[in-house]
């Protein structure tokens, strides 16, 4: 591995007194110093909810109600965002990752439960959006 030049947590590791007389280093300047550094793996955040609310309001001219729009990834009532979907997709069709598997990593690495069947799911949808080989166009571009 190589040394980063930002590390996200600096701690300096001074001697507190001196080795060959045993004198307090407390206040002594630093002459030289040794870079070393640990990478590690962090828990993940908590899953992000973001609620829509789609708000109807009433015109005072005519009084005809009119609705608000959702995004378009917005589809029931409680969902998962494009982000899990993406991720979902990735290993189950990415990595070839078994249906089963998939989920468990998904739940493990994400903090977010989802269902072995959602995940099969994804898998049946990532593999509606790739196009079959010969509809490529002849220059080989998709």
């Known amino acids: 591995m190589n040394l980063v030049d930002d590390p996200d947590e600096t701690i300096p590791c001074p001697p507190l ?7 307090d280093l407390a206040g002594a300047p630093v002459v030289a110093q040794r870079r070393h550094q640990v990478t590690g793996i ?7 909810t973001t ?6 309001k009433e015109c005072a001219g005519c009084g005809a109600t009119s609705t608000g729009e959702l995004a378009r990834h917005v589809g029931a009532r409680a969902s998962f965002g ?3 979907c993406a991720q979902a997709a990735n290993l ?6 078994p249906i089963y598997r998939a989920t468990q990593l998904l739940c493990q690495l994400a903090d ?4 072995t069947g959602w995940m099969a799911g ?14 490529w166009s002849a220059s080989g571009s998709c």
């Open 17 to 23: 007194a001196c080795r060959g007389c045993g004198a």
């Open 42 to 48: 962090q828990p993940p955040p908590p899953p992000k």
């Open 51 to 56: 609620e829509y609310l789609a708000q109807a």
């Open 82 to 84: 494009p982000e899990t």
């Open 92 to 97: 189950v069709s990415g990595h070839h990752i």
């Open 112 to 115: 977010i439960e989802v269902s």
């Open 122 to 135: 994804v898998r049946a949808k990532a593999s509606a959006l790739v196009e079959p080989p010969g509809s």
